[in-house]
């Protein structure tokens, strides 16, 4: 079982739709990290928390919005979305952010956007 | 730049044969970190290994093997007599020590196994 927990597993929206997507992990890790990933492509960094603090945001539009509420939870808020964002969302910890081990990668949510 | 190229996009193969993923990457730094992920259709990416760039030995775990060759800025998975459950896409992927900490994900390759 993943250590890194996401909720919804898939989630249905319309694009004046508010929803938000949650992540939790109990690792004690110290940086969490949200990724877009869509078929057939590899994982694109969308934004990178250390110590509960935005370090890196991958020029994602505005409609994407991005919190930290403590070091186990990181949530997507999501709001007036386009079809193009469907995709599967990931969320990944890892100890700190030069930490240079592995990433721990939660299951994903899946998203579609009508 | 960094970059990490897979070229085979899909592999087929049936049970039992052994297969093999290559992975090339490019970096300036002297200092990086390789790894290998699984991306069964549950959607998790799986971690497999990881390797740093001043080691260079070969690795086996299992049916899995890790071929690191720096001469050729290589990191090869095989995996032998391959079964059903090995059936994933696998990320090849690529941190380096400087900049922005990034993990550079190469493409991925698509493995099915066939019974």
């Known amino acids: 079982d993943t250590e890194v927990t996401q909720t919804p597993k898939h989630l249905v929206m319309g694009m004046t739709n508010k929803k938000s997507l949650k992540c939790e992990q109990h690792?004690?890790?110290?940086?969490m990290y949200w990724y877009k990933q869509k078929a057939k492509k590899p994982p694109e960094l969308m934004f990178v928390?250390?110590?509960?603090?935005?370090?890196i945001n991958e020029s994602v539009p505005s409609r994407f919005s991005p919190e930290c509420p403590n070091s186990s939870l990181l949530n997507l808020h999501l709001h007036a979305l386009q079809p193009e964002d469907s995709a599967l969302y990931l969320c990944?910890?890892?100890?700190?952010?030069?930490?240079?081990?592995?990433?721990?990668f939660g299951e994903g949510s899946r998203l579609t956007v009508l | 730049a960094q970059k990490v190229t897979q070229a085979q996009t899909e592999i087929s193969v049936v049970e039992k044969e052994d297969v093999t993923l290559d992975c090339v990457y490019e970096?300036?730094?002297?200092?990086?970190?390789l790894f290998w992920y699984k991306q069964p259709p549950s959607g998790e990416l799986v971690f497999l290994i990881r390797?740093?760039?001043?080691?260079?030995q070969n690795e086996i775990s299992g049916r899995y093997s890790w071929n690191f060759q720096k001469s050729t800025s290589s990191f090869n998975f095989t995996i032998t007599a391959s079964q059903v459950v090995d059936s994933a896409v696998y990320f090849c992927?690529?941190?380096?020590?400087?900049?922005?900490?990034?993990?550079?994900f190469g493409t991925g390759t698509r493995l099915k196994v066939l019974a």
């Open positions: 990944a910890s890892s100890p700190g952010l030069t930490n240079t081990g592995e990433l721990f």
């Open positions: 690792m004690g890790h110290r940086a």
């Open positions: 928390y250390s110590y509960e603090k935005l370090s």
């Open positions: 970096t300036r730094d002297t200092t990086y970190y």
């Open positions: 390797r740093n760039s001043f080691d260079e």
């Open positions: 992927a690529l941190r380096a020590i400087s900049g922005t900490y990034k993990y550079i």
